[in-house]
């Protein structure tokens, strides 16, 4: 599985992101898709994630209520909806991919990664 994030930029707080995921590879179609951060100086951290059917979900605590994932297998995509944006949500997003599609939080169960997507929010 190959993955490619965009959709970051620059936003003032309070405003919204769509983030997106292109994935390539027939792994894909049976792939849990999660979405990870890094802001600056802090380790990665989990952020949401989704199983291949799009029937199972989890979040974060610090962002439940706040960001929504989604997937379009026939687009081979995977979305994460950020709204409301604070200026703590300032990070590099990463998306993952786990072959098992287990909606795994920690990232060293993930196989395939993508490489990040700035996103800044300015307050």
């Known amino acids: 599985v190959q993955l490619q994030a965009s959709g970051g930029g620059l936003v003032q707080a309070g405003g919204s992101l769509r983030l997106s995921c292109s994935a390539s590879g027939r792994s894909f179609m049976t792939s849990a898709l999660g979405w990870f951060r890094q802001a600056p100086g802090k380790e990665r951290e989990f952020v949401a994630a989704?199983?291949?059917?799009?029937?199972?979900?989890y979040y974060a605590d610090s962002v439940k209520g706040q960001f929504t994932i989604s997937r379009d297998n026939a687009k081979n995509t995977v979305y994460l909806q950020m709204n409301d944006l604070k200026s703590e949500d300032t990070a590099v997003y990463y998306c993952?991919?786990?072959?098992?599609?287990?909606?795994?939080?920690?990232?060293?169960?993930?196989?395939?990664w993508g490489q990040g997507t700035l996103v800044t929010v300015s307050s």
């Open positions: 989704i199983n291949w059917s799009g029937g199972t979900t």
């Open positions: 993952a991919a786990d072959v098992s599609d287990y909606v795994y939080v920690r990232d060293y169960e993930y196989d395939y």
